[in-house]
């Protein structure tokens, strides 16, 4: 069972927890926990700040404040003693004092600082469990047997990993039924031996890690939401529960944005046929969506509308294409080279059209330089335009009713007068990308959303129908 940081954010909170927890008596759980809250955000910041404020103004720094306190009164109102989190928060303020001293936030010091909201959360919820009866024991993940690359603030889990931790957690169990509360978002550098993050949503891969390494029954994942949603509820409020979703599914709204799962947890959940629950910690009687290796497709169409904003276009344009081969490879040597990873990707005989992602949600950052050098690099082999302030609008759904999807949105695009500027079906068989201005995005998703999920005509029409290539071209051309 994996809680999120709004699952824990208070001491009324992580009460709720607890009793939610206690309701599966005979089912020996483990519990993955993230930091408390926005406390990795406050991380951060303070790091951030303690680089130009001074060694003697650490202590004063805001951030770093609101942690000490949101920290303190959860201890003091569960009825805990202090010293549950007094060594930790001692080391988080020595730290920033040494970012402080030496003026310099890395991003080895980063996953260190960040390491700091897990490992609380953890010890206070343990702590917690143990006082009211129940016996808990709490893990640092990296400590466990969480093996990770050495790619700070976005480290990948090693397959050494999964034996190791099956060992500990195994081992421990058989001695001593204590709850396992075990830090989420966490590893340990293969080389370095440093602590490691997952990148943000990590707890939920740290969660299917153990579901694996174990063989579980079930992952459940508890978030503040009632299951994934056909759309993001803060663009429009009418966003559904799904009820079923494939891991490929999950995997690609992940992947496209959908912040509810992290992009890599659906792997290992996936290699060990593991179903995952995804439920709603202050709805928990609420079904939720529950994402297994198949389910019937034969009455889906959509399953769900995802929407990634601020992504750059670029337009790739050689008449050196035609009829040459070695060319995409050109191309996407200058990306390996450069260590910058490709979203969507179109072809045709003269151009390429792909997208990056420059606030990498999921990874790090692509600064302005990087960028600049990307079209610095593919301006020496093809006419390179930028394309910044667009949005990747990804259909997720039946793709073998890709015809209708197609029809259907387009005939939407057209009602609201936008063009689309790239449109994108990769390997995968569930999902369909279109590229549009940020301005028009969200507008884009509340049509589309209310054609394909609120007006009762899909599910009126029949799956079965085919539609032909002029009806779609058509539709293209509205």
């Not at 707890?203 to 079930?218: F, H, N, P, Q, V």
């Not at 529960?241 to 709204?253: I, N, Q, S």
Request: hydrophobic share 40%.
């Amino acid at each position: 069972m994996k809680f999120g940081g709004s699952s824990v954010a208070s001491a009324e909170r992580m009460r709720e927890v607890a009793h939610l927890i206690l309701s599966f008596p005979d089912e020996n759980p483990i519990i993955v926990l993230s930091a408390m809250g926005k406390s990795t955000n406050y991380l951060i910041r303070a790091g951030e700040k303690a680089i130009g404020c001074g060694f003697d103004k650490v202590s004063e720094i805001e951030e770093l404040v609101f942690i000490k306190e949101l920290h303190l009164r959860t201890v003091e109102e569960l009825g805990l003693d202090g010293s549950v989190i007094s060594g930790q928060l001692e080391e988080l303020e020595m730290l920033l004092n040494g970012i402080a001293r030496l003026k310099e936030l890395t991003l080895r010091t980063q996953d260190k600082l960040m390491s700091f909201g897990e490992c609380m959360s953890t010890r206070i919820f343990a702590a917690y469990l143990n006082s009211i009866g129940t016996k808990a024991r709490q893990y640092d993940a990296f400590d466990i047997g969480f093996v990770t690359t050495d790619d700070f603030t976005n480290a990948e889990i090693l397959e050494a990993t999964y034996p190791s931790v099956a060992s500990k957690l195994y081992n421990d169990s058989t001695n001593d039924h204590a709850v396992p509360i075990v830090t989420g978002f966490l590893g340990k550098g293969c080389n370095s031996g440093e602590i490691t993050t997952l990148g943000r949503g990590g707890s939920d891969l740290t969660a299917t890690t153990i579901g694996k390494a174990l063989g579980l029954r079930e992952i459940q994942v508890w978030k503040d939401v009632d299951g994934v949603l056909t759309c993001d509820p803060s663009i429009h409020a009418g966003a559904k529960p799904v009820p079923y979703l494939t891991f490929e599914e999950a995997a690609e709204l992940a992947f496209f944005g959908a912040q509810v799962l992290h992009p890599q947890s659906m792997r290992p959940a996936m290699d060990g046929n593991i179903p995952v629950r995804v439920k709603n910690s202050y709805n928990p009687k609420a079904p939720g969506t529950l994402i297994t290796g198949n389910r019937d497709m034969t009455k889906a169409l959509l399953t769900s509308i995802v929407l990634k904003q601020n992504v750059l276009m670029l337009d790739i344009v050689s008449t050196r294409m035609l009829g040459q081969f070695g060319f995409l490879a050109k191309v996407f040597a200058i990306f390996e080279d450069l260590d910058i990873s490709v979203d969507v990707v179109a072809t045709s005989e003269v151009s390429i059209s792909l997208t990056l992602d420059p606030s990498k949600i999921w990874s790090r950052e692509l600064i302005k330089q990087e960028l600049d050098r990307v079209a610095e690099e593919l301006g020496k082999i093809a006419i390179v335009k930028l394309l910044p302030h667009r949005s990747i609008i990804s259909l997720i759904g039946n793709i073998q009713y890709s015809s209708l999807i197609l029809e259907k949105a387009f005939n939407v695009f057209g009602k609201i007068n936008v063009n689309v500027q790239m449109i994108s079906q990769g390997a995968s068989k569930v999902n369909m990308s279109l590229v549009v201005n940020d301005s028009e995005a969200e507008e884009c998703v509340k049509a589309l959303h209310y054609d394909f999920f609120e007006s009762g005509e899909v599910l009126e029409m029949d799956l079965g129908t085919s539609f032909s290539n002029a009806k779609i071209e058509a539709a293209i051309q509205i």
